[in-house]
T-cell receptor, first 112, second 115 residues
């Protein structure tokens, strides 16, 4: 059974700081890994999807890496801004299905 | 291209009642999944529908049921509501069932409160 863990649970940083969010998963036989952003009480916005054959993906100030063998992914946010404040979730498909298994998320607060 | 929409936005019910939540998939998507997200937790998979057939189910009791219609819109029905059913219910659509290869697009969710 796939389990996903995210560390830290919460993070507070000053504006402009570079930061790293961590995600680990127990079953390395994954097809991809996805990072989402969730604003309070809202739905999920997909940020980055990394296929199992890739090692990293970049979108603007965001960079996600994937190390299948160690069961880890990191989301790097450069030059953080107050608008980045949200909960960040990572998710992997369960087995060969479309069922996504999520971590509990990291709640990020960027202070002006 | 319209995104995934859900209705209603908020809903308040009492224990024992029944509720129906609705989801309209993104245009061109034939797969829809439903998730339950309790406060402070990650979303939990309820079930998935592909071309009107259930295509996988999570660890939820039978009082959680669903439908997918020919236009790929979907419903989640919950009978005999319990207090623990209070949560944000998220619907997600994707272009096809492809062994986890596609991004899933999430709707804004329905906040259900059971009193």
């Amino acid at each position: 059974k796939q389990e996903v863990t995210q560390i830290p649970a919460a993070l507070s940083v000053p504006e402009g700081e570079n930061l790293v969010l961590n995600c680990s998963f127990t079953d390395s036989a994954i097809y991809n890994l996805q990072w989402f952003r969730q604003d309070p009480g809202k739905g999920l916005t997909s940020l980055l999807l990394i296929q199992s054959s890739q090692r990293e993906q970049t979108s603007g100030r965001l960079n996600a890496s994937l190390d299948k063998s160690s069961g880890r992914s990191t989301l790097y946010i450069a030059a953080s801004q107050p608008g980045d404040s949200a909960t960040y979730l990572c998710a992997v498909p369960q087995g060969g299905s479309e069922k996504l298994v999520f971590g509990k998320g990291t709640k990020l607060t960027v202070n002006p | 291209e319209t995104g995934v929409t859900q209705s209603p936005t908020h809903l308040i019910k009492t224990r024992g009642q029944q509720v129906t939540l609705r989801c309209s998939s993104q245009s061109g998507h034939n797969t829809v999944s439903w998730y339950q997200q309790a406060l402070g937790q990650g979303p939990q998979f309820i079930f998935q529908y592909y071309r009107e057939e259930e295509n996988g189910r999570g660890n939820f009791p039978p009082r959680f049921s669903g439908l997918q219609f020919p236009n790929y819109s979907s419903e989640l029905n919950v009978n005999a509501l319990e207090l623990d059913d209070s949560a944000l219910y998220l619907c997600a659509s994707s272009p096809m069932v492809l062994a986890g290869g596609d991004t899933q697009y999430f709707g804004p969710g329905t906040r259900l409160t059971v009193l």
